[in-house]
Structure formats: C-alpha cells, structure tokens
C-alpha cells in the first residue's frame, strides 16, 4: 500500500455552526441547517471515513484497517483495533458550550471515553478567543456555585488567538471555543463531551440543550492549571506532544518538498495553507490525508503551504 488515502467528508449539523467550511476552504455544504463539524479522519461503529479516490475508493477506513492492518498500521496492530484519533473541521460561528472530557482514571465509571485534543487555528476574526482551563484557585465548590448562578465564564482562563495558534487541551481540562474561529481538531477517537454551562442557548430544535453538570464536576482535574497557547509562527516545530500523539508544523516554501519515509509508521498530514502535491494527486488547503505504515511519501510545494503531520499515535 503505497498511496496516501483521502478520505469524503461527513458533515455533521450544528446549533453553533457556520458556512464557512465552503466561503474557506470551498467545501461544497449539503444546504439547510448549519454544519459545525466535518469528521475527516474517523472509525467509530457510528460514522466511518471512507476513503476518496485512488484503488480503494468508498472502501471504509474500519474496513481497510480490517483487511490491510499490517499496511496501513504497522505489522503490530490489531486489525480489530479502531483507529487511535479522530481528526474534524469546526466551524465556530458562535460560541460553543463550556464543556469537560473526562480523563482515562474517571471516564469508565461514566460509562465514556477520554479525550485529549489539539486545536489549530485556521481563520479567527479579530477580538477571537478561547477558553481552556480553570483560573487559579478556582476549585469544585466555588465553580459549582458560579455554574448554578450564570457566572461560570469568570472562573475559566480566557486566552485571544489569531491565526495559527495552537493549543493542547488534555482531558480534564474545562474548555470551550468562542465565536468566529476555525479549528483543525486532532483528538483521540472519543465523542464523550460532558456540558457543564451552554451560555442559557436553545439547540436546533428550540429546546435548551442537554446539560450534564455532575459527570462534568467528577471530570474536572482541579490542580491542573490551564495550557500554554502556541503562537503562529513562521517556522518548522512541534506544536502539540502528549502521550496519545505529537504534532509538527512544518512550513514548505515554493518548490521545497517533505519526505516521510515508510515502513516506520502511519501518519496524518493536515493542509492548513496552501497546496501540495503526492505524485499526480493534489491535495487542497483543508484535506487530511492518512499516510499507511508501508508509504513512503514524497509532498511537494507549488507554493507556500502550511501542513500539520500528526505521528506517534499508534
């Protein structure tokens, strides 16, 4: 297996959700209610990535990795194994709810799954923020008390972002995304989210949103403090290490190139500018592509691009 795998799109509708996956990256949308999120990468028994083009075009990811585990993941894998991370586009246009992801010590007893995530971000509007951790000395009473009295924003870190910001939001960490950003979202393959505070908003159906404030206030890990913001930068470097995967930023100047050697293992390459190339097939701003164990990949620049190349997670 030589070729890297590209893979449709699933939209997924949101209440927060935008247009801006098409005004963008020119996606083309499925018309109606707003899409929030597009899962680019996913093996999960209720969505499957399947792949785009090539000799295995409409084949599912679950089933390539069934039939082609030693290829695609390494000669070590289980081929029952999902695939570790779940990569997806969101388009924030409003702002998300305050939320938690339960960590590895706490998720079984909920009856979820762990979840550490990287945000990327792609586009943001001026005066564009993120909420990530709690504010110090914020401990489980006084922000249950906020919680229940509408004031839960004061006691979360608050952070501006512009584009090409990076940020590692482990499990555990309270979390939410404002209004007018963007996100590439590399995270492992979990979909447990706990709401703790939606901000008094209504759902698609006019209906407040499900809240899920106890399995939230058991999630939080409370002496963790909140994480470092990568700022943009013109140059190559690691954006986001934790035990579930590494990311690199690797900046490619016209007619540069960038080589990941095969059989060592399988890799994510993200577009987040610009245009590259694999051989004959070019992979536009916005495609996540999955390179297997046994590719050995060549991509090309034709211009100044920006990719993301997500390892160590298998």
Known sequence: MQEVLQFQPLYQERVWG????HSFLGRELPPGPPIGESWEIVDRP??????RGGPFNGTSLRELIGRHAAKVMGPDWDPSARFPLLVKWLDCSERLSLQVHPPASVAPSLGGESKTENWYVAQSVPGASLFVGLKPGVKRARFAKAVAADTAEECVNKVSVASGDSILVRSGQVHAIDAGNLILEIQQN??????????GRAGLDGKPRQLHVEESLRSILWDEGPPDLVRAAPTSGTIASCDEFTIRRVVLARGESLRLPGRDQPRILSVVAGTVTAGARSIPPGDNVLIP???DAQFGAPELAIVLVTENFA
């Open 18 to 21: 935008g247009r801006r996956l």
């Open 46 to 51: 209720e969505a499957q990535s399947r792949v």
């Open 190 to 199: 979990s979909d447990t989210t706990y709401r703790i505070y939606d901000w």
């Open 293 to 295: 164990w046994s590719a």
